[in-house]
């Protein structure tokens, strides 16, 4: 028999990181565009980003139908947040009159997030940002593809902490990382050090 869930964040009831999610209001919109293949993983970064915004909202699927609308949103400009080479670098918001950024971040491998693209010529199609400078990532249980890759959630994080600043978006990781304490708790110290190289 299946264990009972927390219908809002997906994790076991008693283990509900509702508690720890903030409300955090933002002047970007995020939307995060989350590949079918992602929804079942245990570390969902992308749900619990959604959750933690004000601002933002989470899409399941391959093919989005009414992107146009999405990305017709008034008062917004939209642009995808994937590396490129064309990609802008990130800085913060100028004068009051700038246009906040409507940050479409595709959620999945670098695999299905590219196939996101293919599916999806709007996407495709929209302006690049990236980050100038990529903190390391604090996803200690998966080991990266490269240098700077992060999960979807720290990749929103040091976004919007770039963008907004001096506003800080940090409180979005507290429920992650009590995610990951607990996954390194479940698998035991010694298992943690062997396979990922924990102290």
């Known amino acids: 028999m299946p264990r009972p869930r927390c219908e809002r964040c997906q994790r076991p009831l008693d283990h509900c990181l509702c508690p720890l999610i903030p409300a955090l209001a933002s002047r970007t919109r995020v939307v995060v565009l989350q590949h079918p293949s992602e929804t ?17 909202e989470l899409r399941i699927g391959e093919v989005f139908d009414d992107l146009d609308e999405l990305l017709a949103t008034p008062r917004y400009r939209p642009v995808l947040l994937f590396p490129g080479e064309q990609a802008q670098e990130l800085t913060t918001y100028g004068e009051a009159d700038d246009v906040p950024l409507l940050l479409v971040v595709p ?40 240098p700077g890759a992060l999960s979807t959630l720290e990749a929103v994080v040091q976004a919007l902490n770039v963008l907004e600043q001096p506003a800080k978006f940090d409180g979005l990781l507290r429920p992650f990382e009590a995610l990951i304490e607990g996954q390194i708790d479940a698998m035991g110290a010694e298992v943690f050090a062997r396979n990922h190289g924990g102290d």
Not at 40 to 56: D, I, K, Y
Not at 117 to 124: F, Q, T
């Open 40 to 56: 079942g993983h245990a570390l969902n970064t992308a749900r619990l980003a959604a959750l933690g915004l004000v601002n933002a």
């Open 107 to 146: 959620d999945g491998t670098w695999r299905k997030a590219r196939k996101l693209l293919y599916l999806n010529p709007l996407l495709e199609a929209l302006p690049r940002v990236t980050l100038a400078q990529v903190a390391p990532s604090r996803y200690r249980l998966r080991k990266a593809p490269e």
